[in-house]
């Protein structure tokens, strides 16, 4: 079973950093790709960031402005999103998914979720 939760949401003043962390409680967390979205209200969910498992390759959404990283520490099992110069359109629940089917960028794609952490990016 996995279980995601992520945590480091905030406020955060614009032009400021923050880094969201997703500890995986899943057994086989070293072998599998691992993503971030987000959603803000009234807004589809959308795709942030992935990485795949051993962390040799990353895809960002193309609307991220190059002002996110994504990586991953596999001993400790946590998946992490740097976000850098935040604007305040980064306002909205970010989320922690793993196992993907198919495409990285489709949020159904994705079969486990974390509960989100709230990022408000205030101007």
């Known amino acids: 079973q996995v279980q995601l939760v992520e945590s480091g949401g905030g406020l955060v003043q614009a032009g400021g950093s923050l880094r969201l962390s997703c500890v995986d409680s899943?057994?086989?967390?070293?072998?599998?790709?691992m993503g971030w979205f987000r959603q803000a209200p009234g807004k589809e969910r959308e795709f942030v960031a992935a990485?795949?498992?051993?962390?040799?390759?990353?895809f960002y959404g193309d609307s991220m402005g190059g002002r996110f990283t994504i990586s991953r520490d596999n001993a400790k099992a946590t998946v992490y999103l740097q976000i850098n110069r935040a604007k305040p359109e980064d306002t909205a629940v970010y989320y922690c998914?793993?196992?993907?089917?198919?495409?990285?960028?489709?949020?159904?794609?994705?079969?486990?979720w974390g509960q989100g952490t709230q990022v408000t990016v205030s101007s």
């Open positions: 899943g057994r086989a967390f070293s072998s599998e790709s």
């Open positions: 998914a793993a196992y993907p089917d198919g495409t990285f960028t489709d949020a159904a794609d994705w079969n486990y």
């Open positions: 990485i795949t498992w051993s962390g040799s390759s990353t």
